[in-house]
């Protein structure tokens, strides 16, 4: 089968790889339908997070099942099946508590030894513990399936950083960050009944999105001139909940800035500033939370998908260009310069 | 009257001052009856945290009112009355919201112009939003008024480290600092339903206290031999909760790294490792929450005061010394030497 590898700094190649099998009872082999390119691979893309070259990369997918082991029963061949962005056994404590990404079984597609989500399929271990079935009759509706496929990442990492960050009806919430981790983070918190979401971005295409989804403010300034502006709305508060979707030392700083007093921030950006913009003395005084991390996708998978197949919510704008698997490389580009949001992946 | 003086590392006087008046309306003199030295006055005597010399000093007493100026409508003269460590005007929004340390109109005892808890008597701004009635009749219980002496400071901040961490019924909770505030956070942890209390500290007569406290377990390693002694005694899995109660980044690297994926850092150490010992990786790996702060002493003062008067908690252990006001420059060497724990200031 043909897959996305990524071989070293700005080097992702699609090329033949071995096909995705059925290795042990719990495996599932997807035929992957959709997938995407995510904000995070970039990390990659640029060199700044390490990788083995050689490596599969991609962890979003959509698909359907072409083979399950012996002792699958939550999933059958030809379902069609959404894949969070780290696999788990659905059994263990952690996932039972919901923190499935804290399974000691689970892992991230793309790490040695597994296939990655950008490629035409997947080995998925723990198949009854991962995947989520989608309705049939969603394999016909292009934006339904796209809308779905940002539940494997962006729409439950944006959800996690509103709870992270304590968004509650009647909240005033800040978004800094307006990739589309920070715009779904924006969908999160108006679906989670705020208020007021001040939508911290640049790029007018996608503070639309924002608008779209429920931003009621939108402020471009950085830094400082951003904390005062973002004060300035609040009535010299800060926000309640601010959700931090870049993961930069000047974004955390900001983030940390615009919260107000007894506020939280719920962080999803990988973060890539270490702790120099986590002001301890400034959130000490001010009793800020910093919460979040990377997001369980598989524990809010079926309350997201509820209320995408209702219409409640739609994350489909996020993707704002589409590529063949062969156009995979082209599409990590158009993302790094920042001339695509963010690229689905079609097959 | 007479009071403390800071003029500079490891130089506290008492000194002749003027006397404490009221000033404003809503001013009360407060005459003082017990005070205390508390852990975070070191870091002033050790001259790390900045002081204008001549500033006071002190932020923990409880006392009878002696004068209160026309608008105090909530204290009389002649009623023992206990302050928490920041003063608040009581009806702001964070004040009513329970953040009382947040008050615009709030301030802390011994910033320049403002009288110190350690002299024998305080000007108390907002008296109606910041000073708790006690019963009269503990005036006469030595045991009870200096249990009740530390709900103006420990015993609210440990109780803050708590709640912070999410310590819930059941919950497997650790302790980081065996000094006031971890001992009080140990407490804090037992009166809301802990089923394990791990308390990190290698002082015997501390541990001790932390035991009968409720203390299930005591590590008295420090580093990553504390870290792997705490996973050893939580399944491999370390705590729900963990109240830092330190502020080195020392403890701040030991609480993270001894937090359960999904659970919580109360941090109540005034931190003075900068950010350097938060791991912001490692809590966005685990999903670790970091929350804390300047307690808001005041807005706990009512529960506490009645599981302390119904005998539910005593905190009185975590004084072993006594001075009078003249020995108090004696109780802050003995504090800063470790040979007393915490020093109650007799009047």
Redesign the interface.
Known sequence: MRATVIHGPNDVRVEEVPDAAVREPGDAVVRTVLACICGSDLWAYRGVAKRTPGQRIGHEFLGVVEEVGADVTSVRVGDLVVAPFVWSDGTCE?CR?G?H??CPRGGFWGTPGSDGGQGEAVRVPYADGTLVRLPAEAAGDERLLTALLALSDVMATGHHAAL?ARVRPGATVAVVGDGAVGLCGVLAARRLGAERIVALGRHPARTDIARRFGATDVVAQRGEAAVEAVRELTGGHGAHAVLEAVGTEES?RTAISIAR??G?VG?VG??HG???G????Q????????????A?ARAYLPELLADVLAGVIDPSPVFDRSVPLDGVPEGYRAMDERTALKVRVTF
């Not at 959130?283 to 990377?294: Q, Y």
């Open positions: 952690f508590e923190l990404t804290s992270a955390m007093d007894g939280a962080y990988v973060p270490g702790s120099a986590v002001d301890v003395q959130m000490f005084n001010r009793n800020v939370t910093l919460a979040g991390g990377v369980p």
